[in-house]
């Protein structure tokens, strides 16, 4: 083909349309599918180099997509930085997340609407961190032992149990503090291998148990908060 020119190929009602544009940078093949247009070219003008103008015909398809499509581009350029869908997943999993992120993109628009100072980044940190603390998998129950009012005697054995309130705690890894004497980080006791008579020391430990308490990272770190999270839930249950 030789720029501009354009070529059809139907199959029910998707519309493939290849255009062979030439620029100043040079010839460039385009290829778009479409679900709604018909095949069909359209004369447009445009300014080359030295101020001429020419006319040229280019598919509707293509000048449908122009005109309609800069919303999509904008948020292409927006979302450049933040997307999460990456080559080595696989093909219906990049396009999940990819779904997923418009989904996020469009809420973000939305959220302006009331929250017009906030930016994207800021935006998704939030959401990110409200659904670690709501669904992360390594979770603590605090329990708030409040004493409740009397009531009849028939009652009396219910009154007596603690209220339990489950509250959402994300538990986070680190590694321990460098001693500055021998410039590595200091060791503690994995609490899960001791429990199970192994002793083993580790750099890891956790930031948010009571006492930073060591862990070997991530086998007995994830062990770990998961039976003390069944635990937790069974006593609610």
């Known amino acids: ?8 190929m139907r199959s029910g009602e998707l519309l493939v349309v290849k255009f062979q ?7 460039k093949e385009i290829f778009l ?16 180099k030295g101020g001429l103008k020419k006319s040229f015909l280019k598919p509707n398809s293509i000048i449908d997509y122009n005109k309609n499509m800069g919303g999509v581009d904008l948020s292409d350029s927006a979302l450049h930085h933040t997307y999460i869908a990456r080559k080595t997943y ?4 990049k396009l999940a997340l990819h779904f997923f992120t418009r989904l996020l993109f469009n809420s ?25 603390e709501e669904t992360g998998t390594a979770r ?21 149990s603690p209220k339990v309130t489950a509250k959402v705690i994300q538990h986070f890894a680190s590694k321990t503090d460098v ?13 899960f291998c001791h429990m199970n008579k192994v002793r083993k020391m580790t750099i890891y430990q956790c930031r ?30």
């Open 1 to 8: 083909m030789k720029a501009p020119d354009s070529a059809f």
């Open 21 to 27: 544009d030439k620029k100043a940078s040079g010839e």
């Open 33 to 48: 599918i479409d679900s709604k247009g018909s095949a069909g070219t359209s004369s447009v003008e445009r300014y080359e």
């Open 90 to 93: 696989r093909w219906f999993v």
């Open 108 to 132: 973000y628009i939305m959220y302006k609407e009331v929250q017009s100072n906030i930016s994207l980044d800021d935006f998704l940190m939030s959401y990110v961190c409200e659904t670690m």
């Open 140 to 160: 603590k129950l605090v329990r708030d032992f409040s004493q409740k009012p009397k009531r009849s005697s028939s009652q009396l054995s219910l009154d007596r």
């Open 179 to 191: 001693d500055s004497q021998s410039n590595r980080h200091k060791q503690k006791r994995c609490i």
């Open 208 to 237: 948010t148990c009571d006492g930073q308490s060591g862990f070997c990272f991530p086998e007995c770190f994830e062990k770990f908060h998961l039976i003390s999270r069944k635990n937790d839930q069974e006593i609610i249950n």
